[in-house]
Structure formats: C-alpha cells, structure tokens
C-alpha cells in the first residue's frame, strides 16, 4: 500500500471549514483512498473513501486531486466533537484485509 | 446507529494468567477484525476472521493468541498466558463487506497487565 503523509497537527475555530490535507504522491491506480479518525482513545471511525471522484457524506467530504497524489477531507462546520486524530490511509480495495494506520493528524477545533 | 460492543471496559491481570476479550460484532457483519493500541503508539491490526475462520494475521498475531466466534454472536479474542508488553488497548471490528467499505470499530478493552 502507498504512504500517505499527513502534518502532524492542525488548528481550526469552531463552525469553520476544516481542510486536512494528505500526500499520496506513490499512489496506483488501484488504490482507495481511506479517512478514519480517533477522538481521544475511542475506537476509530470511518468517515469516508474514494478512487478519484470526489466523495461526500453526512459527515465529510473528500476530495482528490486528478493526479490523485493528494487529497483533502473537509469537515464542513467543525465542532469541538470533531477534535480527533486523522488518518488517511491508502490500500487497494478487495486486497488485504487490513488497515495500517499511521501516525495520523491532531485535529484540535477550538471555541 | 448500530454498535460493536466490547466487554469489559477496562481488565486488570497478572503477567502470565489466560485473558479473554469479548466483542459483539454488528449482527449482520461477516467480517470480524481484532486491533491494538499501545498507549501512545500506532492502531496496529491483529487479525481478521471471515467465514469461521482466520483469514489474514499479522506478525504481533502468535501462538499466544487465539480467536473465536463461539456462538454466532460474540467474537472473542484469547492471550493465553500475558506478558506485561501485552498491555494496551484493544479494538475489535466488524464490517458487512470487508475491509474495501469501511469497518465498524468498537470502544475498546484496555488491558493492563501487571
């Protein structure tokens, strides 16, 4: 599966955009790319997934550049329950099983 | 919303005594999925199980460790004999069509092994 990087922390206010950007510059053309977070220990949560079409749902919005060597998850109006970590993850979809999560994103909204 | 649940919450043992973590998958979930976390470490994934059996483990994933799904319901995770290195959260997970769709991750164990 590709690397993904993320920066290791970012800040948003409260009820604003939050755009969390990921590098998959060593991408295929099979690969997914994947969008979990962590709030605090919990479990992770799946937000959201695509190939290369941009993706949105009731929680998030993903976009991926044509070349497909970055994207970018939005979270439309952020609020301090959005305050997790973020993984972006890339795999192939229909192989392996499992998830390998790296380091991931601090995303702190603040009041 | 559904849940994946897991008991308990929070288990304390001595080094070298047999655990066993409980999860409830998702009810109409195939895909059964067990991860750690050691504190302030990566998720690191385990095993998967699909069709009564192993489908995929890792190298964390020895003989020291063991899974199940006894009854239909609950999907268990077995340490037979815990080494202090063994603590650390852990998550299990459930999916309807496998990994490729997103998985349902519970709340977690956290084990401390004393």
């Known amino acids: 599966d590709a690397k993904t990087t993320q920066p290791p922390s970012m800040d948003c206010a409260e009820g604003r955009a939050a755009n969390l950007p990921c590098n998959h510059s060593?991408?295929?053309?099979?690969?997914?790319v994947y969008w979990y977070r962590q709030i605090h220990s919990q479990g992770p949560q799946y937000i959201i997934h695509g190939l290369k079409n941009n993706e949105t749902n009731e929680m998030a919005s993903l976009i991926i550049t044509e070349d497909r060597k970055s994207s970018t998850l939005i979270l439309p109006h952020a609020t301090l329950r959005d305050t997790a970590v973020y993984y972006c993850?890339?795999?192939?979809?229909?192989?392996?099983?499992?998830?390998?999560f790296g380091k991931g994103m601090k995303l702190t909204v603040n009041p | 919303e559904p849940e994946v649940t897991q008991t308990p919450s929070h288990q304390v043992t001595q080094m070298g005594q047999e655990v066993i973590l409980r999860c409830v998958p998702i009810s109409n979930h195939l895909y059964f999925y067990w991860y750690r976390q050691i504190l302030g470490q990566k998720v690191e994934f385990l095993v998967s199980?699909?069709?009564?059996?192993?489908?995929?483990k890792s190298e964390i994933f020895d003989d020291q460790f063991s899974v199940e799904r006894p009854d239909g319901s609950n999907f268990t995770l077995k340490i037979r004999s815990t080494k202090l290195e063994d603590s650390a959260m852990y998550f299990c997970?459930?999916?309807?069509?496998?990994?490729?769709?997103?998985?349902?991750f519970g709340s977690g164990t956290r084990l401390t092994v004393v």
């Open positions: 199980f699909y069709n009564n059996e192993i489908s995929e």
């Open positions: 997970a459930s999916s309807a069509q496998g990994s490729s769709y997103g998985y349902t």
């Open positions: 060593t991408i295929s053309g099979n690969e997914y």
């Open positions: 993850i890339v795999r192939v979809q229909g192989g392996s099983e499992k998830l390998v």
